[in-house]
């Protein structure tokens, strides 16, 4: 099956820093990949929509200055947190959707990147 | 999307089967049901997806009722390994003007005992 890869799975940062996240779709192309972020105890949050060659679309309440997306190409899409404080601490998870309205489309996940922010 | 409902948390024991329930009473004509689970610390895992019809993969099965307005996960013979936080979603299949994307509740967790 279509596989969904994150790096790195865990990351620890100095506040002020910043981090990149990298979401690899390993055997489909995917022109749109979406961003979660998860707190203890608590389900999956959207973050960001990424799309290949525009503009990702943000969920209201997460500003886009500090969690930059980059989607450049049809099978990486990028993640950095700017800035990092010890707020931004979290498991940040990407997901990609195989293409074509015809196929088994279910979102694919990463394994998640565990950032914790010192 | 439509909204799901899920009991918060369930227990099963091992090599029996788990009956995990979904209501989702506001659902549309052409929003289907998925079914995600989540191990600690890793990502999301696809179970199974169905529209109407009953269906079964190596993983489940799904029944779905007839009003399509609940369905009901089944693990056949629960493992130690299938504990984990159980995630009924309803979205958008394919393609339609934009990749739907796929919106979380707060899942049902399920504790397989010894």
């Known amino acids: 099956g279509a596989v969904v890869s994150q790096h790195p799975s865990r990351v620890i940062c100095k506040s002020g820093t910043s981090v990149k996240i990298e979401c690899r779709s390993l055997?489909?192309?995917?022109?749109?990949m979406f961003w979660y972020r998860q707190f203890p105890k608590q389900s999956l949050m959207l973050m960001a929509t990424?799309?290949?060659?525009?503009?990702?679309?943000?969920e209201q309440g997460v500003e886009k200055d500090k969690f930059l997306i980059n989607h450049a190409s049809l099978t990486l899409s990028t993640l950095t947190v700017t800035s990092a404080h010890p707020e931004d601490s979290s498991f940040y998870i990407c997901?990609?959707?195989?293409?074509?309205?015809?196929?088994?489309?279910?979102?694919?996940f990463g394994q998640g990147t565990r950032l914790t922010v010192v | 999307d439509a909204k799901t409902t899920q009991p918060p948390s369930m227990d099963c024991a091992e090599g029996r089967a788990a009956n995990l329930p979904c209501n989702h009473s506001?659902?549309?004509?052409?929003?289907?049901v998925y079914w995600y689970r989540q191990i600690h610390s890793q990502g999301p895992q696809y179970i199974i997806h169905?529209?109407?019809n009953n269906e079964t993969n190596e993983m489940a099965s799904l029944i779905i009722t007839e009003d399509r307005k609940s369905s009901t996960l089944i693990l056949p013979h629960a493992t130690l390994r299938d504990t984990a936080v159980y995630y009924c979603?309803?979205?958008?299949?394919?393609?339609?003007?934009?990749?739907?994307?796929?919106?979380f509740g707060t899942g049902t967790k399920l504790q397989v005992i010894p």
């Open positions: 055997d489909f192309q995917a022109t749109t």
């Open positions: 506001t659902i549309s004509g052409n929003e289907y």
């Open positions: 997901s990609a959707r195989r293409p074509g309205p015809q196929q088994n489309t279910e979102a694919f």
């Open positions: 979603i309803v979205t958008l299949r394919g393609y339609s003007g934009g990749y739907q994307k796929v919106t």
């Open positions: 169905g529209l109407k």
């Open positions: 990424s799309n290949e060659g525009s503009k990702a679309t943000y």
